[in-house]
């Protein structure tokens, strides 16, 4: 398990194409919620940490959104995305652990939760609800999905409850949105919760 805190786990797993959960596509929930957003939302700075082949930074992009960072720090699906978008901005494809990202240096208006919560250890959950409430700006908001399901595995992705959510995000979060996702996927039908939580 300890493994998953590696780089290069990541990378060997993305080189032999078997990150098994990758749907290959943007999310429909994600999708939908992007559709909605006002023309005035695509100029705010947006993360999407952990972002693997990151099919909705690629949507972002494509819908005209400027100011979106994609982080994750296995080399291999940041060229992979750079390859297929070569006018995403370079400044913007950061190969970095997530959780050295420095509040100093980088705050976000919004922060998309896809598959990233699932893959690290479960013992760094706490961490990681620190890391994202340190770097969103005052009531930004942290927004996407979470795996509703015990997945009883030792390795990602990593499943999870509504009540250990609740207790680890109220600590730093408002939680205005936790409820079952009506429009999975297909495949993750009755298996997501749609989230958006408000740092406090």
Known sequence: ???????????QRY?????????????PPLKAYIDQLPESAKDQ???VPGAGNAYE????????????T?????????KDFSERYPDFPDEHLICADFFNLSPEQYQFDWILEQTFFCAINPSRRNEYVKQMATLLKPQGKLMGL??????????PPFGGTRDEYQQRFETHFDIEIMETSYNSHPARQGSELFIKLLAK
């Open 45 to 47: 700075a947006i993360l």
């Open 1 to 11: 398990m300890e493994n998953v805190n590696q780089a290069e786990f990541w990378q």
């Open 15 to 27: 080189e032999a194409g078997s990150i098994q959960w990758d749907m290959g596509q943007v999310s």
């Open 57 to 68: 930074v690629g949507y972002l992009h494509e819908q005209g959104f400027t100011n979106v």
């Open 70 to 78: 994609l982080v994750d720090f296995a080399p291999a699906p940041i």
């Open 146 to 155: 979470l795996f509703n399901v015990d997945f009883g595995r030792q390795e």
